[in-house]
Antibody, heavy 116, light 107 residues
């Protein structure tokens, strides 16, 4: 069965970096793109962008350019989200989601907390 | 950017009642590339509907989607206790792939 398993919660200080992983299983990893979605505490869903698991080419939504980087390690069927220069407002749940076009399978989410 | 506006913000209903949720787009959604998701507290979103009206695998037939262009609807024919949750629409026809702000269905 298709599964996306994300890395555990992170507590970081402002200015630090974090790397969230999303390990896929149950399907051919390079067949479907991987999307990233953010959910701030008590808020709705924000689409951050996606990465082609075939070419490695990322596409970022406007609010997620500069400090956010999507990457892959296809040898272990894993996608990554790296956030640098963390700010308090980056505190959120981050989800990976597989996308044939629509987001059909989601990871369980990774909580990133930024606090001094 | 396509802005999706969901209404109402909160829907207060009882089990057995019919729920009608609206998602209106600021411009036409190409090829009816509109999806609906359900999210319960502490859980990841779950895909309910894609292509505006196709149910995802394992989704009960009390959930149905309709609409095209700029107006879309999610209908839950008879609410069951496990359906009380927040529902989001998302368009995936153009970039950025925007979400609506959500509708909370509560008892």
């Amino acid at each position: 069965q298709v599964q996306l398993v994300q890395s555990g919660s992170e507590l970081k200080k402002p200015g630090a970096s974090v790397k969230v992983s999303c390990k896929a299983s149950g399907y051919s990893f390079t067949t479907y793109a991987m999307n990233w979605v953010r959910q701030a505490p008590g808020q709705g869903l924000e689409w951050m962008g996606w990465i082609s698991t075939n070419t490695g080419n990322p596409t970022y939504a406007q609010d997620f350019t500069g400090r956010f980087v999507f990457s892959l390690d296809t040898s272990v069927s894993t996608a990554y989200l790296q956030i640098s220069s963390l700010r308090a407002e980056d505190t959120a749940l981050y989800y990976c989601a597989r996308a044939p076009h629509y987001l059909d399978y989601w990871g369980q989410g990774t909580l990133v907390t930024v606090s001094s | 950017e396509i802005v999706l506006t969901q209404s109402p913000g909160t829907l207060s209903l009882s089990p057995g009642e019919r729920a009608t949720l609206s998602c209106r787009a600021s411009q036409s959604v190409s090829s009816s590339y509109l999806a609906w998701f359900q999210q319960k507290p502490g859980q990841a979103p779950r895909l309910l509907i894609y292509g505006a009206s196709s149910r995802a695998t394992g989704i009960p037939d009390r959930f149905s989607g309709s609409g095209s262009g700029t107006d879309f609807t999610l209908t839950i024919s008879r609410l069951e206790s496990e359906d009380f949750a927040v529902y989001y629409c998302q368009q995936y026809g153009s970039s950025p792939r925007t979400f609506g702000q959500g509708t909370k269905v509560e008892i």
